[in-house]
């Protein structure tokens, strides 16, 4: 009994689907999520939720390749311990953030074998759960093409590639060591997600898109009802499929931006140690 109840307590309740059952996130059985959906259809206060939700469970760290950096700004400005990598002005960092995930991934990976074991679901401030959350995924590969092309960058040097390459290995190697991604795009592009990275994503939402090809790109068996329904879905409702649901229909819990910063400052606790070495070091 009370393993159950602390089990729910690590457990984040998304919303409900049509028939009344809801649809929750567990910390210690993560999934890779994707989310989908045209602009105003409710992406972000969906993540808002999730995330004010997420901040307040001891053992999750939480990363930002947020092009837009509204989505980190509430984490950035209390100082909490997660990488981040924001807005248009420098390319590199986001190479940076991915590849030092990729590091501590893989020498999670390393530790596996001497713990003989073939995955970590358990979590906590020693060992951490690792999310990484990446806004406007197609926007930021697109801008950081752009990037290439104006630096004038040879093939072999250009970052687009390495990105692409270390977020599709994350998806790939991350679950067994508790590095998931969240990523978020209103319309998710196949040449980024591929075949093989879009089957590692377990939970998949689908809100308001405006055609059948976007539809297919999460939910490759949805029927045209299916399409009708998403198409003209209202704000924070949609299509879920996960490992424990079939494809769904849902209306998503969300939150407001201000009420997201006020609940992001009020229980994330900066890193002291980094703060300390910080002020040690001016
Ligand atoms: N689950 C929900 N229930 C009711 N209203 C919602 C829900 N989710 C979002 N909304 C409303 O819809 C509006 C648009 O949502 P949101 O800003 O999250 O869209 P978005 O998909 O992130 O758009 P963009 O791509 O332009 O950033 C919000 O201001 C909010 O009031
Ligand atoms: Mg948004």
């Known amino acids: 009994m009370a393993i159950e109840e602390e089990k729910k307590n690590r457990a984040i309740e998304?919303?409900?689907t049509q028939t009344g059952r809801p649809v929750s996130f567990s910390i210690d059985e993560p999934t890779h999520i994707a989310i989908?959906?045209?602009?105003?259809?409710?992406?972000?206060?969906?993540?808002?939720?999730?995330?004010?939700?997420?901040?307040?469970?001891?053992?999750?760290e939480i990363h930002f390749l947020d092009i837009t950096t509204l989505l980190a700004a509430p984490f950035n400005e209390v100082g909490a311990s997660g990488l981040s990598a924001t807005g248009t002005r420098d390319a590199d960092q986001y190479l940076t953030v991915l590849e030092t995930l990729l590091k501590r991934m893989n020498s999670r990976i390393?530790?596996?074998?001497?713990?003989?074991?073939?995955?970590?679901?358990s979590f906590s401030p020693a060992y951490p759960l690792q999310v990484v959350v990446i806004e406007e995924l197609p926007s930021l590969v697109c801008w950081l093409e752009d990037e290439d092309k104006v630096s004038g960058r040879k093939p072999a040097e250009r970052?687009?590639?390495?990105?692409?390459?270390?977020?599709?290995?994350?998806?790939?190697?991350?679950?067994?060591v508790g590095v998931?991604?969240?990523l978020i795009a209103q319309r998710f592009d196949a040449a980024v997600i591929s075949g093989p990275a879009?089957?590692?994503l377990g939970l998949r939402i689908c809100l308001r898109v405006d055609d059948r090809d976007a539809v297919a790109m999460l939910f490759?068996?949805?029927?045209?009802?299916?399409?009708?329904?998403?198409?003209?879905?209202p704000p924070g409702c949609g299509f879920l499929s996960s490992p424990t649901q079939r494809l769904a229909k849902v209306r998503l819990n969300y939150r407001e931006y201000a009420d997201y910063r006020s609940?992001?400052?009020?229980?994330v606790h900066p890193n002291i140690d980094e703060h300390a070495t910080r002020a040690q070091s001016r």
Do not use: W
């Open 14 to 16: 998304l919303g409900v």
């Open 36 to 60: 989908q959906g045209m602009t105003r259809s409710g992406k972000s206060a969906t993540t808002y939720y999730f995330l004010s939700e997420l901040a307040g469970h001891r053992g999750v």
């Open 110 to 121: 390393d530790e596996l074998s001497a713990l003989k074991r073939d995955k970590i679901q």
């Open 159 to 176: 970052n687009t590639p390495r990105f692409i390459s270390m977020l599709r290995q994350l998806l790939a190697q991350g679950l067994k």
């Open 180 to 182: 998931m991604c969240l």
């Open 198 to 200: 879009r089957s590692n």
């Open 220 to 233: 490759s068996d949805a029927t045209s009802n299916h399409v009708d329904a998403i198409v003209s879905a």
């Open 263 to 267: 609940r992001v400052e009020a229980c």
